[in-house]
Nanobody, 124 residues
Framework: QVQLVESGGGLVQAGGSLRLSCAASGRTISNYAMGWFRQAPGKEREFVAVISWIGGNTRYADSVKGRFTISRDNAKNTLYLQMNSLKPEDTAVYYC?????????????????WGQGTQVTVSS
């Protein structure tokens, strides 16, 4: 079992930055694909970014490409999401996910483990 705990969410003005962290426990994440999803009120959960455990390959949703950066520190068993140039439409609960597949997926149902989520609110 892997337990995931997100932190770093909050309220920020449009154009600002936040860095989300996801601390994993229970098992080392070095052989798990890790990612972020988000869910805004009244909307379905959507893919944000994923990083593989082989080669550290990354993939982003078009809506965040060039603004968000996903990274991982396997020694600290931690996943990060650096979010820059935030927009009001980025407002959502952000979830950390983990999966034992090498590359990860954009499909929420593919992930075995989910954190409880952290709220990000971007004001205009």
């Amino acid at each position: 079992q892997v337990q995931l705990v997100e932190s770093g969410g909050g309220l920020v003005q449009a154009g600002g930055s936040l860095r989300l962290s996801c601390a994993a426990s229970g098992r080392t994440i070095s052989n798990y694909a890790m990612g972020w999803f988000r869910q805004a009120p009244g909307k379905e959960r959507e893919f944000v970014a994923v990083i593989s455990w082989i080669g550290g390959n990354t993939r982003y949703a078009d809506s965040v490409k060039g603004r968000f950066t996903i990274s991982r520190d396997n020694a600290k068993n931690t996943l990060y999401l650096q979010m820059n140039s935030l927009k009001p439409e980025d407002t959502a609960v952000y979830y950390c996910v983990a999966d034992r597949s090498p590359l990860g997926s954009v499909i929420p149902g593919s992930y075995d483990y989910w954190g409880q989520g952290t709220q990000v609110t971007v004001s205009s």
